[in-house]
C-alpha cells in the first residue's frame, strides 16, 4: 500500500547538497566581495599604513631644493618611505606622477613605490611615473608628503618643514575597517541580497533534512553532537573546495592584474568569509534547534513543527520581496543610464580632445581666493573670444517652491557657444539664437509653462546687487517657451549635483531642460563664481588654450591639471555598465532567495501534513477547502510588506515636512513619500503566492495520487 508517509520517505537530491551549495556560496560570495572591495579601495592609493603632512602654505617662499634636501635627511634617518602623488597636468584622471625616496640602504624605492601605488582594478587604467626626489626638478611644495614608518618620522618631518617657513597639518592613513566599512555602505543592497541567499540556503538545507537529525536523534545525539556529525561530514568537502578555489581566484588574478595589491585582496576575502560563516553559524544553529523542537517520531517522517520552521522562512521572503522591488527599480534605471550613454556617442565626438580643469587645493583661503579670480578672469576672455563651452548643471527643484515636484528635470546655465553647437527650438520650431547683450535667456519647455514664473524669478535672484561685480547693470530678461521633447548634449562627464533619487547628475544626455542662456563673455556671473563652475565641470575648454596660457596670461601653478572630456565620458559609461551588473546580480540573487524561501515552505508543509492531505482528499474536500489556512497564511507576506511601506512613506513624510516648515525644499539625500513601489511590491508578493500556490497543488496532487492507486 503506498501512503503518504512512504512517499515523504523517499529521499530527494544528494546528502549534504544543500549545506555544500552553501559552503561554496561562502566561498564565492566572498571573493566576490574581496574583489570588488579591492577595487575600490583604488580610489585611495597608498592608503595603508602611512601618516600624511599636507603642506598649504609656503609663506616663506621655500625653494623646492631645500625640500628636497629635508625629505631626502628624513628618510635616511629613520629609514622610511616617503611618497608624493600629484596629478599629471595633461590627464588628470589616467596619469599620476609619483616622487620618492627611502632610507632603507639598499632598496630600489621606485620599484617599492610602484608596487606600492599599482592599482588593483585594471579599468579605468592608472598610468604612475614614478621617479626619485631630486633636486633639480622644480615643483611647488604645497603638497601632500605620505611618511611611510613609524610616526616619529612624519612628527619630524613636520618639525622641519615649520622651521623652513611651510605648514600644514598632519593626517592618518585610512584604516583598513574603515575602507571595509565605506563600501559595505555603498553597496549595502547587494551584500543584504547575499547573506539572506546564503541564509535562506541554510535554513532551508537543514529543515529539509529533518529525517536525517531525527535518526542521529534516535540514535541519543544531542544537539551539539548532530553539529559535530556536519562539521566532520563536511569538513573535507570544505578543505577540497578551499583549495580548488584558492587556485582558481590565484590562476584569474594572475590573469587579471599579475597578482597586484594580492595581500589586501586576500584582507577583504578574509573579512568577507570571516563575517559570512558566522552568519552562517547562527542561521544553521537557529535551523537544527528548529528541527530538535520536533518529536523523533515525527522528524523520521520529514515533518518539522510549524512555528520554529514559519518563524525563520516568513521573514526571509517578506525582506526578499521588499528588495526586490529597488533592485528592480536600480537595474531599469541602470539601463536607462546605460541607453542614455550610448545614445550620445555620435555627440562625443564633437568634445574631441576639449578637456575640463580642476584648480590646486593646497592653498590657504586668500591663496584660493586669488586663484579663483585669477582663473575666472581668464576664462571670460576666452569665452568672450567663443572659446569655452560654458555648462552648468542644477536640479530644477531648487527653483520650484518646496511642494512642487520636479521629477528629474534639470536645469543647464550655458553660453552662446553652447547653443551654436547644440540647436534649440522653439514652438514655432525656430532655433533660438544668440542673447542679446546684458540679457538673460530663460528657455522653458513648454510643458512647464504652469511653473514659468516661478523659475525666472528664481533664476533671476542670481543676478541681485549682491551677486553682481561690481559696477555690473542688472540684465534683461527673456522669457522664451521650447519645444517639448528635445534631448540635449551635455559634456556630462561627472557629478556636479544630484536628481531626486539620489543619483549622480552626469548622464550626458538630457531630456527637456531649462536653459539660462547667458552671452559670451558678459559679466553677470562674477571671476570666482565663473572658475568655481569650472572645477565642477561646468566649463569645457580646449587644450591648446590653456597650456598657451599659462606663464602668459594665466600665472603657472593655477590649474593643476586637465580633464579630457572623451576619457572621463567612457569611464562614466563603463562604471554605469558595473552597476547594471551589480544590481543584475542582486536582484538575480533576491528573485532566487524568494523562490528557495517559498519552495522550502511548500515542500514543509507538505510534510507537516501529508496525513491530513490525503484524509481531506478521501473524505472529498475541495483541494481550496483543504488548504485554506496555510493560504489564508500566505497573506502575511503582503500585508507584512504593505505594512512596511507604509511605515516608510509616513517617516518619509514626517522628514520632509520639517522642511517645508521652514520654507525651504528637502534636500535630494532625503527621500519623498513614495507610493509607487506599492504596486511592484504587491505583484512580487502575489508572485509568491502564486508560486506557493502551484507548489501547493503540486505536493497535493503527489500525496493524492495515492488514494487513486489503492482504490
Not at 25 to 53: C, M
Request: charged share 15%; hydrophobic share 50%.
Amino acid at each position: 500500500m503506498r501512503t503518504p508517509e512512504r512517499l515523504n520517505s523517499k529521499r530527494v537530491g544528494v546528502r549534504y547538497i544543500g549545506l555544500k551549495f552553501a559552503i561554496c556560496l561562502v566561498l564565492i560570495t566572498a571573493a566576490l566581495l574581496g574583489f570588488l572591495a579591492a577595487e575600490d579601495s583604488d580610489k585611495h592609493p597608498g592608503w595603508q599604513g602611512s601618516s600624511g603632512l599636507e603642506v598649504i602654505d609656503n609663506r616663506s617662499g621655500v625653494s623646492w631644493e631645500q625640500v628636497a634636501a629635508t625629505l631626502i635627511a628624513v628618510a635616511d634617518r629613520h629609514r622610511v618611505g616617503i611618497i608624493r602623488v600629484d596629478e599629471d597636468f595633461h590627464d588628470g584622471n589616467h596619469r599620476r606622477n609619483v616622487y620618492v625616496t627611502s632610507g632603507e640602504p639598499g632598496s630600489d624605492h621606485v620599484t617599492w613605490a610602484r608596487d606600492l601605488l599599482r592599482p588593483f582594478g585594471r579599468s579605468p587604467t592608472l598610468e604612475l611615473t614614478v621617479r626619485s626626489f631630486e633636486p633639480g626638478i622644480v615643483l611647488d611644495p604645497r603638497a601632500t608628503y605620505r611618511v611611510f614608518g613609524p610616526p616619529d618620522a612624519a612628527l619630524d618631518l613636520t618639525m622641519r618643514f615649520e622651521k623652513l617657513g611651510l605648514f600644514g597639518a598632519q593626517t592618518s592613513s585610512l584604516a583598513f575597517k574603515q575602507i571595509f566599512a565605506s563600501y559595505v555602505l555603498r553597496s549595502a543592497g547587494l551584500i543584504v541580497a547575499l547573506l539572506v541567499g546564503l541564509v535562506t540556503l541554510t535554513v532551508g538545507s537543514v529543515l529539509l533534512s529533518a529525517r536525517r537529525y531525527a535518526v542521529w536523534r534516535l540514535h541519543g545525539a544531542t544537539v551539539a553532537q548532530l553539529m559535530g556529525r556536519d562539521a566532520r561530514a563536511l569538513g573535507p568537502f570544505f578543505a577540497t573546495t578551499l583549495l580548488f578555489f584558492g587556485m582558481a581566484i590565484s590562476v584569474f588574478l594572475l590573469w587579471y592584474n599579475g597578482w597586484n595589491q594580492f595581500s589586501i585582496f586576500a584582507r577583504f576575502v578574509g573579512t568577507a568569509a570571516a563575517l559570512m560563516v558566522i552568519i552562517m553559524m547562527l542561521s544553521y544553529v537557529l535551523a537544527v534547534l528548529a528541527v530538535s523542537a520536533t518529536s523523533v517520531l515525527d522528524a523520521l517522517k520529514g515533518r518539522v513543527r510549524s512555528g520554529p520552521a514559519m518563524t525563520l522562512l516568513y521573514p526571509l521572503r517578506i525582506v526578499a520581496v521588499l528588495m526586490v522591488v529597488p533592485a528592480a527599480v536600480g537595474v531599469a534605471g541602470d539601463y536607462a543610464g546605460l541607453t542614455n550613454r550610448y545614445s550620445a556617442l555620435p555627440y562625443a565626438d564633437r568634445a574631441g580632445e576639449s578637456v575640463n580643469i580642476t584648480l590646486p587645493g593646497y592653498r590657504t583661503p586668500d591663496e584660493s581666493d586669488r586663484d579663483f579670480e585669477e582663473v575666472g578672469a581668464w576664462i571670460r576672455q576666452l569665452d568672450a573670444r567663443g572659446r569655452v563651452i560654458v555648462m552648468k548643471r542644477d536640479l530644477l527643484q531648487d527653483y520650484l517652491p518646496a511642494l512642487e515636484p520636479s521629477g528629474e528635470t534639470e536645469v543647464l546655465w550655458v553660453n552662446d557657444t553652447f547653443l551654436a553647437g547644440q540647436p534649440v527650438l522653439d514652438t514655432a520650431g525656430s532655433r533660438v539664437g544668440p542673447a542679446p547683450e546684458n540679457t538673460v535667456r530663460v528657455i522653458i519647455p513648454e510643458h512647464l509653462n504652469q511653473h514659468s514664473d516661478a523659475i525666472s524669478d528664481n533664476v533671476l535672484r542670481s543676478f541681485g546687487p549682491a551677486a553682481l561685480p561690481p559696477e555690473v547693470a542688472a540684465p534683461r530678461t527673456q522669457r522664451l517657451v521650447a519645444a517639448n521633447g528635445q534631448t540635449i548634449f551635455t559634456y556630462a562627464v561627472n557629478s556636479q549635483s544630484i536628481d531626486s533619487n539620489g543619483s549622480p547628475m552626469n548622464r550626458p544626455m538630457v531630456h527637456d531642460p531649462v536653459i539660462v542662456a547667458l552671452p559670451n563673455g558678459a559679466p553677470l556671473v562674477n571671476n570666482t563664481r565663473l572658475a568655481s563652475w569650472a572645477s565642477y565641470y561646468g566649463v569645457v575648454l580646449s587644450p591648446e588654450d590653456v597650456t598657451s596660457s599659462l606663464g602668459r596670461n594665466l600665472p603657472v601653478g593655477r590649474i593643476s591639471a586637465m580633464l579630457p572630456v572623451a576619457g572621463l565620458l567612457a569611464d562614466n559609461l563603463l562604471m554605469e555598465f558595473r552597476r547594471l551588473i551589480s544590481d543584475a546580480l542582486m536582484l538575480g540573487l533576491t528573485i532566487a532567495v524568494l523562490a528557495l524561501a517559498t519552495v522550502s515552505t511548500g515542500l514543509l508543509y507538505g510534510r507537516k501534513h501529508a496525513r491530513a492531505i490525503y484524509a481531506g482528499h478521501v473524505a472529498g474536500r475541495s483541494f481550496w477547502r483543504i488548504h485554506r489556512r496555510a493560504l489564508l497564511f500566505e497573506s502575511i507576506v503582503p500585508a507584512a510588506v504593505l505594512a512596511w511601506i507604509c511605515v516608510s512613506n509616513w517617516q518619509r513624510a514626517q522628514e520632509v515636512a520639517v522642511y517645508i516648515s521652514r520654507g525651504i525644499p528637502a534636500p535630494p539625500t532625503v527621500s519623498a513619500p513614495d507610493w509607487s513601489r506599492l504596486m511592484p511590491a504587491m505583484t512580487a508578493s502575489a508572485v509568491a503566492m502564486l508560486l506557493f500556490t502551484a507548489l501547493l497543488f503540486a505536493v497535493h496532487r503527489r500525496i493524492t495520487s495515492a488514494a487513486g492507486s489503492d482504490a
